[in-house]
């Protein structure tokens, strides 16, 4: 079984930075697309970033260039620098572990809260 525990959200004023971790127990995490999703209260969840294995990374359109996802394989870890912060960017944000791409199944971690607010 896969197990993803996020950590590092709170409460940033607009404009500041946050960075997010999801430590991951378990599963075949070289080989897993990891990614951070965002659900904001009254909307459906959807997709901030990814990075596959080898590294290769995706951002939604609203990043703008101010979120970078890395990962450290090593010490089975993700991490998401969210940067120039904005109100909108309010949201519960999860971890996704993927390895359907090869047959295998999709884990979330709990979700950390990113609070937004001057």
């Known amino acids: 079984q896969v197990q993803l525990v996020e950590s590092g959200g709170g409460l940033v004023q607009p404009g500041g930075s946050l960075r997010l971790s999801c430590t991951v127990s378990?599963?075949?995490?070289?080989?897993?697309?990891m990614g951070w999703y965002r659900q904001a209260p009254g909307k459906e969840r959807e997709v901030v970033a990814k990075?596959?294995?080898?590294?290769?990374?995706h951002y939604a359109d609203f990043v703008e260039g101010r979120f970078t996802i890395s990962r450290d394989n090593a010490r089975k870890e993700v991490f998401l620098q969210m940067n120039s912060l904005k109100p909108e960017d309010t949201a519960i944000y999860y971890c996704?572990?993927?390895?359907?791409?090869?047959?295998?199944?999709?884990?979330w971690g709990q979700g950390t809260q990113v609070t937004v607010s001057s």
């Open positions: 996704n572990y993927d390895t359907s791409y090869r047959g295998g199944a999709s884990f």
């Open positions: 990075i596959i294995s080898a590294g290769h990374t």
């Open positions: 378990g599963g075949l995490f070289s080989m897993a697309t």
